[in-house]
């Protein structure tokens, strides 16, 4: 008997509901089972199917007599803040997923993949006058700065960004088929953690909005 | 096909607060007084839920007052009785209950006609 009050007390510090509520409840209930005892009548007999769920049975009457406080404004505004931002971190999560799935495919042959994003479309040199010699000692002055460039590019770590004075950015990424970590099953994993974090978290906060678990307690009934 | 313990308990899920008002309204009482009152008209709350929560509904609703009082003997209790919004609450639920019994009846009372010779 003293367990299954001390059980109810339990539930009723942890939904907040004030000490001389509690008390109150604790004491009508503990002289009931008192004279229901002394009259050899069983505790199933008093409390109905709550005898075998005291915590059950503590928030369902603490519901039933609204005495559980909502929760205050900024818990709830914590508890939605924290929501939105981990919706944010998660879908940063996907995606950076969906980028490695994209730009790490298996299919890359090549040991080291560099991609190039488009630069925009303006010219990177102006011809003027009409001086062929002239013009074809520039051509194979762009023809030999292109070559570096490409040199240049090829020796980058793996890993790097280099964003070009044109504007085009190249990305450097790590080995698709290395022998260390597979960056497109890496990728993959991530976009899946993201999508289902994200579509978790929505539910989550859908749910909240509509009342959350202090809404569920209210709605135990006898 | 529902057990018989499920229909009943589904039967009484939906009246037993108006039991409850029932018992206040012939005069105040505690808690365990009301489970004694009920079991003592055939009544037994065994494996329903408790009146604990469905008496702080009342109370909620208006429907029953409540005071502090000395037992006989024991600590002082929490005694309920019905209000003015209960009693009509009561009167209301009764009449409910008796339409429906009624109709329920004329339905079984029709199928009892045909099984019986």
Same mark, same amino acid.
């Given at each position: 008997?003293?367990?299954?009050?001390?059980?109810?007390?339990?539930?009723?510090?942890?939904?907040?509901?004030?000490?001389?509520?509690?008390? $109150?409840?604790?004491?009508?209930?503990?002289?009931?089972?008192? $004279?229901?005892?002394?009259?050899?009548?069983? /505790?199933?007999?008093?409390?109905?199917?709550?005898?075998?769920?005291?915590?059950?049975?503590?928030?369902?009457?603490?519901?039933?007599?609204? !005495?559980? @406080?909502? @929760?205050?404004?900024?818990?709830?505004?914590?508890?939605?803040? =924290?929501?939105?931002?981990? &919706?944010?971190?998660?879908?940063?999560?996907?995606?950076?997923?969906?980028?490695?799935?994209?730009?790490?495919? /298996?299919?890359?042959?090549?040991?080291?993949?560099?991609?190039? &994003? /488009?630069a925009?479309?303006y010219p990177t040199s102006i011809w003027t006058g009409t001086n062929m010699p002239e013009r074809a000692a520039l051509a194979r002055r762009e023809a030999e700065l292109a070559n570096e460039h490409a040199v240049f590019l090829s020796q980058? @770590? $793996?890993?790097? !960004?280099w964003?070009q004075a044109n504007g085009g950015?190249v &990305?450097?990424? @790590?080995?698709?088929?290395? /022998?260390? !970590?597979?960056?497109?099953?890496?990728?993959?994993? =991530? =976009?899946?953690?993201?999508? !289902?974090?994200?579509?978790?978290?929505?539910?989550?906060? &859908?749910?909240?909005?509509?009342?959350?678990?202090?809404?569920?307690?209210?709605?135990?009934?006898? | 096909?529902?057990?018989?313990?499920?229909?009943?308990?589904?039967? #009484?899920?939906?009246?037993?607060?108006?039991?409850?008002?029932?018992?206040? +309204? +012939?005069?105040?009482?505690?808690?365990?007084?009301?489970?004694?009152?009920?079991?003592?008209?055939?009544?037994?709350?065994?494996?329903?839920?408790?009146?604990?929560?469905?008496?702080?509904?009342?109370?909620?609703?208006? #429907?029953?007052?409540?005071?502090?009082?000395?037992?006989?003997?024991?600590?002082?209790?929490?005694?309920?009785?019905?209000?003015?919004?209960?009693?009509?609450?009561?009167?209301?639920?009764?009449? +409910?209950?008796?339409?429906?019994?009624?109709?329920?009846?004329?339905? #079984?009372?029709?199928?009892?006609? +045909?099984?019986?010779?």
């Open positions: 008997m003293n367990q299954f009050i001390e059980e109810c007390r339990r539930e009723w510090k942890r939904l907040r509901v004030p000490d001389p509520v509690a008390n $109150e409840m604790a004491a009508d209930l503990e002289a009931d089972l008192k $004279e229901a005892e002394a009259e050899g009548t069983s /505790p199933h007999e008093v409390l109905g199917s709550g005898a075998s769920d005291p915590r059950s049975f503590a928030a369902s009457w603490a519901a039933e007599r609204a !005495v559980i @406080p909502p @929760p205050t404004l900024t818990a709830r505004l914590r508890r939605r803040s =924290l929501i939105h931002a981990a &919706l944010a971190a998660l879908t940063l999560i996907a995606a950076i997923g969906a980028a490695l799935v994209i730009f790490a495919s /298996p299919d890359a042959s090549a040991p080291t993949t560099a991609i190039r &994003l /488009p925009p479309p980058l @770590p $793996e890993g790097a !960004v964003v950015i &990305l450097r990424l @790590p080995q698709a088929h290395g /022998p260390g !970590v597979e960056i497109h099953t890496v990728g993959s994993i =991530l =976009l899946i953690v993201g999508i !289902v974090g994200v579509i978790l978290s929505m539910l989550f906060l &859908l749910w909240s909005s509509r009342g959350g678990a202090d809404h569920s307690s209210r709605r135990q009934t006898a | 096909m529902a057990s018989a313990e499920g229909r009943r308990s589904q039967l #009484l899920r939906g009246v037993l607060d108006l039991c409850l008002l029932a018992v206040v +309204e +012939e005069g105040p009482a505690y808690g365990y007084e009301m489970t004694k009152r009920l079991r003592a008209r055939g009544l037994s709350i065994v494996g329903e839920g408790s009146i604990y929560p469905l008496l702080g509904r009342l109370e909620r609703d208006g #429907l029953v007052e409540t005071y502090r009082a000395a037992s006989n003997g024991g600590p002082p209790r929490k005694y309920y009785r019905a209000s003015r919004k209960g009693q009509r609450a009561l009167a209301a639920g009764m009449s +409910e209950w008796r339409s429906a019994r009624d109709a329920v009846d004329a339905v #079984l009372g029709l199928v009892d006609a +045909e099984v019986q010779p």
